[in-house]
């Protein structure tokens, strides 16, 4: 079974600062998928990001980018320019190859807080 | 295309109470999923199905039914609300590749349902 490990529960940054939230994870498979997710106070799940495994290339979505680092299994969320609207929970979740057919794994979550 | 729905979004039960969380999705999606999220916690898998009329456990199955007669529905069973089923539930649903490999399948969530047993 996977796991996956948030080890910041909490994270205050000041507007238009760069924030990075950490993120590991452990598996015996060799390709799967990683992303992370924002849940705002609404509780709606948004998917910011994700990644393969087999894709070398960190992913980037406009402000929010990865670092994926395969052999150490770390794969951290850098928002930049973080705005007000940032403020959430953000959740690194894992998925094994196949389709997903056996959902997703999720870690803890870091509650981040953007002050203005 | 309204996606995933849940009702109802809010519910209180009694110890011993049952009930059944509803899950709708619009999109043709084949495979469905059902988690909770405990405070302070990530959601955590309930049980899943990857079709009509197949449907397997996931990391917290116990005190929980599904059934999955339709492409469209996927609802969750509480027999004999416990305090320890209080949580916010999700629906999920993504199109699934049956063949595997390397198919990624964005998982779309409904908006959530709270559940409060006292």
């Known amino acids: 079974a996977q796991t996956v490990t948030q080890s910041q529960p909490e994270m205050s940054v000041q507007e238009a600062e760069t924030v990075t939230l950490s993120c590991t994870y452990d598996t015996s498979e060799s390709n799967y998928y990683l992303f992370w997710y924002k849940q705002p106070p609404s509780r709606q799940m948004i998917l910011v990001i994700r990644q393969e495994a087999y894709k070398q290339q960190n992913a980037t979505e406009n402000r929010f980018s990865v670092n994926f680092q395969k052999a150490a299994k770390s794969f951290s969320l850098k928002i930049s320019d973080s705005q007000l609207g940032d403020t959430a929970m953000y959740f690194c979740a894992f998925m094994k190859p196949g389709g997903g057919a056996d959902g997703l794994t999720f870690g803890k979550g870091t509650h981040l807080i953007i002050q203005p | 295309n309204a996606g995933v729905t849940q009702t109802p979004k809010f519910r209180i039960l009694k110890i011993g109470q049952s009930m059944t969380l509803q899950c709708t999705q619009d999109m043709n999606h084949n495979y469905m999923y059902w988690y909770r999220q405990d405070p302070g916690m990530g959601l955590k898998l309930i049980y899943y199905?990857?079709?009509?009329?197949?449907?397997d456990k996931g990391e917290v199955p116990n005190g929980y039914n599904v059934s999955r007669s339709t492409t469209e529905d996927f609802p969750l069973r509480l027999e004999l609300a416990a305090p320890s089923q209080t949580s916010v539930y999700f629906c999920a649903s993504s199109y699934g590749h049956q063949m595997g490999g390397y198919h990624y399948n964005e998982q779309f969530f409904g908006p959530g349902t709270r559940l409060t047993v006292l």
């Open positions: 199905s990857v079709g009509a009329g197949i449907t």
